[in-house]
């Protein structure tokens, strides 16, 4: 509700997704990664998914930032990894 109110945030063909199936989002998002969270929670309330996050090496490196990573359990997946979790 807050993302679509305050920011016109929509999020499209989250009725596409299979609650079993695995599957990958690639985004993009800015310096503050609210659109993230919205993204998060609303496939969470709706899918009842957890969104694995692969997030690039050098941002674990940023005091601060890497505790957040942590909390939101991303990863700093290699490409086989992240193959891996599609399995």
Do not use: W
Request: hydrophobic share 45%; net charge positive; proline share 2%.
């Amino acid at each position: 509700f807050h993302g679509n109110l305050i920011y016109d945030h929509e999020i499209r063909g989250l009725e596409n997704l299979d609650e079993k199936s695995a599957y990958l989002i690639v985004f993009y998002h800015a310096a503050i990664p609210i659109d993230f969270v919205y993204l998060q929670s609303k496939v969470y309330l709706y899918k009842k998914r957890h969104i694995k996050v692969v997030a690039d090496r050098a941002l674990f490196k940023i005091f601060g930032l890497n505790k957040i990573l942590e909390l939101i359990e991303a990863m700093p997946g290699t490409r086989q990894q992240c193959i891996e979790m599609l399995k």
